[in-house]
């Protein structure tokens, strides 16, 4: 099963970019990688997911090395709204049973 | 369209008490599951269920712990009796079937203190 690695907090100035590392140096080749963020008292939420080529969509942008072994995620206009815990995850298992599996993710604090 | 519902919110119960959460999954929504996180730590898959029936179990502590959705749409979760180590915010998340496993849609939670 393929972990992730996350720094524990970052900060980041408001309107600045957030870029949130991740390492998954044991990913499987037909693994993706998944970016959940969680606000403070709310559920998980689901922010952006890649293979092997960089994403963006209106929420982030996901860059993945070449050799899939990192990424990052990247908020390119932090607010304070986006203060939040953000997981990396590599899904695990197959089939109707596998789980998306959390790790402790990173306490991004977004700084007025 | 409505979100993933689970109540209560809070519960504060003491040891060796009982306790049950509800959820309700969005309208449409065959898969179900339940989360328990620790206070520092990511959420930790339970039970999914698929309809009425259990996908996955293999993470839930069967001595203690029960779920079960009878008619393939509300949820509950029950822990008879509690431990202090379950202390936790437990959440439900519900998916449409055959659709991505990131397309999952988290409720709230209910976070549960026990004394």
């Known amino acids: 099963d393929a972990k992730t690695t996350q720094p524990p907090s970052m900060d980041c100035a408001e309107g600045r970019a957030a870029n949130l590392p991740c390492n998954h140096s044991t990913i499987s080749g037909n693994e993706y990688v998944y970016w959940y963020r969680q606000i403070h008292s709310q559920g998980p939420q689901y922010i952006i997911h890649?293979?092997?080529n960089n994403e963006t969509n209106e929420m982030a942008s996901l860059i993945i090395t070449e050799d899939r072994k990192s990424s990052t995620l990247i908020l390119p206009h932090a607010t304070l709204r986006d203060t939040a815990v953000y997981y990396c995850i590599v899904r695990v298992g197959a089939g109707s049973a596998r789980q998306l599996t959390f790790g402790s993710g990173t306490q991004l604090t977004v700084l007025p | 369209e409505a979100g993933v519902a689970q109540s209560p919110r809070y519960k504060i119960i003491e040891k060796r008490q009982s306790v049950a959460f509800w959820c309700n999954p969005i309208s449409g929504h065959a898969t179900l599951y339940w989360y328990q996180q620790i206070l520092g730590q990511g959420p930790k898959l339970l039970i999914q269920?698929?309809?009425?029936?259990?996908?996955?179990d293999s993470q839930l502590p069967k001595d203690r712990f029960s779920a079960e959705r009878l008619k393939g749409v509300d949820s509950t979760l029950k822990i008879q009796p509690a431990k202090l180590e379950d202390s936790a915010v437990y959440l439900c998340?519900?998916?449409?079937?055959?659709?991505?496993?990131?397309?999952?849609?988290f409720g709230p939670g209910t976070r549960l203190t026990v004394t």
């Open positions: 890649g293979l092997k």
């Open positions: 269920f698929q309809n009425n029936g259990v996908v996955d």
């Open positions: 998340a519900s998916r449409l079937a055959g659709h991505n496993i990131y397309e999952q849609y």
